[in-house]
């Protein structure tokens, strides 16, 4: 999801963006637990110490994602790798 934030737009659009970024960020703790380790240009982690992470996402958030992935599809340049996030975002299609 990170990928498909804007990086211009309203200051409203922009603060809420900011937000969503720190949220799907790594926290302290998660780094101290995951183990990263960084192998070319991946950053991998200890599979005993994944974990899942929710992470609320407000009305504006949503909306945000999900007219990026819009406007992508529209330009025929969505990727393969958002298919699963379109459905998240746009499960009506």
């Not at 990928?3 to 603060?15: H, K, Q, S, W, Y």
């Not at 899942?52 to 992935?69: C, M, N």
């Amino acid at each position: 999801m990170l990928n498909v934030l804007p990086r211009e737009g309203d200051i409203t659009t922009l603060r809420v963006v900011r937000q969503l970024r720190e949220a799907l960020s790594f926290s302290e703790e998660e780094h101290a637990t995951l183990n990263f380790v960084t192998e070319g240009n991946e950053l991998k982690w200890s599979p005993e110490a994944s974990q899942e992470a929710e992470i609320a996402l407000g009305k504006k958030a949503s909306d945000v994602v999900a007219e990026v992935l819009k406007k992508l599809s529209d330009n025929k340049t969505l990727h393969e790798d958002y298919v699963s996030l379109w459905d998240k975002f746009n499960p009506e299609t």
